[in-house]
């Protein structure tokens, strides 16, 4: 599978970018770094109950 990155844009609320800022901060990481760990837990855990998703290469 290839390994580049895709630019996304995601619409937040001022009060869910504070947030999600404040955690970031908290564990110490860039903004995109914990969007990618959330992301990355909720497709874990949506395998985990679904099975996994095979990608297809391009």
Known sequence: MA?????????????????IRYI???HHRKL???FRMI???H???FELEN?????EEQ
């Open 3 to 19: 390994t580049k990155m895709k630019m996304t844009g995601i619409r937040l609320t001022d009060e869910q970018n504070y947030k």
């Open 24 to 26: 970031a901060e908290k």
């Open 32 to 34: 995109n770094d914990e």
């Open 39 to 41: 992301v990355e837990k």
């Open 43 to 45: 497709i874990q855990l």
């Open 51 to 55: 099975g996994e998703i095979q990608v």
